[in-house]
């Protein structure tokens, strides 16, 4: 039986997953009138948790399909999320611009034709005597350094981004359950969501956004989705401060699909994204390092202050992210794969247009 429309903002919506996604579909949701309760036993160690927060929109080298619509959705909507989220923390910003270097010919061929192609999104050729280039030169020992900069794309921190979050669905008082959910069914028109703990959830809706742990919920026979596992790693490198400044370089950048933040003077991040491993190799500092022929003396795995990881997911056989609808009052929303960050705005958005298909 349809939900009438007076009591379609009383409904219970159970999002499974508390990183990026999980917590921005509770946003978006929880905006519209609608009772929210997120379940993860990992709430403050997630994925997102990993992430380094690059927004890669204009710079994405597609203009059509729906990746590249998502993104433009994001775009869009980013600039209003900041507006409104500084409400609970003025600090949250996204910091521009963002710049992409390499040290392949090829490479940086293919970046320049598709800057020619594209000439209305704010791309520009660095040129090789730029000072960005020398400095980065400078302090990395490189010489062949060629790239582009973009003055639209930037970088939001992601610990600042949970936290703020954070405030506002403590404000709102939603619901967190730091229990992890083992199996779901549905009764009479409600699902059931049974947690490790062996407490039973109801809810009208659930939003899958748990990852790779998603598979584990859903039938597998009836619903044809795959994933695999993606490593995000990472590396803090701090110096003493008779060795460098960092001030020189940008804030953040990549090399060669290497990403680089600059935290401050002392302190430089460098992290990548592996394919299909769930666990960081032993030589987490040579993978993260190694391109750089004339490793300069100060990275070292000396000075590695913190590392850190996190796994996500990507889809097999269809392409990122997965946002369907599975039957009624059933929503996967998972296999963001490197784009979590940048993605999580249009996200919510189909999220917040396809619940009323489940719910009227």
């Given amino acids: 039986m349809k939900r009438s429309k007076k009591n379609f903002k009383n409904a219970h919506i159970l999002i499974i997953g508390s990183g990026i996604i999980g917590k921005f579909n509770a946003l978006e949701l929880s905006k519209q009138g609608f009772k929210i309760t997120i379940a993860d036993p990992q709430k403050q160690k997630n994925s997102s948790s ?8 204009k710079m994405y080298q597609k203009s059509k399909g729906r990746s590249w619509e998502l993104r433009k959705t994001s775009n869009e909507l980013w600039p209003k999320w900041i507006k409104f989220l500084k409400q609970y923390n003025s600090n949250l910003h996204i910091e521009k611009p963002l710049i992409q270097l390499t040290t392949e010919q090829k490479n940086f061929e293919k970046l320049s034709h598709f800057i020619s192609h594209h000439p209305n999104r704010g791309l520009k050729v660095l040129e090789r005597d730029s000072t960005i280039i020398q400095n980065i030169s400078k302090i990395f020992n490189m010489d062949n350094l ?3 900069i973009s003055n639209e794309d930037g970088r939001i921190d992601p610990i600042t981004l949970l936290k703020t979050i954070n405030i506002y669905l403590k404000v709102k008082k939603i ?3 730091k229990e992890k959910v083992i199996k779901i069914r549905k009764f009479n028109n409600q699902w059931i969501s049974t947690c490790s703990n062996k407490v039973d959830i109801k809810s009208d809706v659930i939003i899958l956004c748990n990852s790779l742990d998603a598979l584990k919920l859903i ?8 994933l695999k596992p993606v490593l995000g790693q990472a590396i803090e490198i701090s110096l003493n401060k008779e060795e460098i400044n960092l001030l020189t370089l940008p804030k953040h950048f990549s ?4 990403n680089f933040v600059r935290t401050d003077k002392n302190k430089i991040i460098i992290g990548s994204t592996d394919e299909y491993d769930i666990k960081p190799k032993e030589n987490t500092f040579e993978e993260l390092t190694d391109f750089l022929e004339n490793k300069p003396q100060w ?5 590695i202050s913190d590392k850190w990881f996190g796994i996500r997911s990507r889809p097999e056989g269809e392409a990122s992210p997965i946002l369907k609808s599975l039957e009624k009052g059933l929503i996967l929303c998972t296999g963001f794969y490197k784009n979590g960050i940048l993605l999580a705005p249009a996200c919510s958005n189909w999220i917040s247009e396809e619940i009323e298909n489940h719910l009227l």
Avoid: E, R, S, V
């Avoid at 990275?299 to 000075?303: A, D, H, I, R, T």
């Fill in 50 to 57: 990993a992430a380094l927060g690059l927004l890669i929109g």
């Fill in 146 to 148: 060629k790239g582009i």
């Fill in 299 to 303: 990275l070292n795995k000396n000075n």
């Fill in 219 to 226: 039938d597998l026979n009836f619903h044809n989705i795959k």
């Fill in 255 to 258: 090399i060669n699909g290497t």
């Fill in 175 to 177: 619901n967190f359950i």
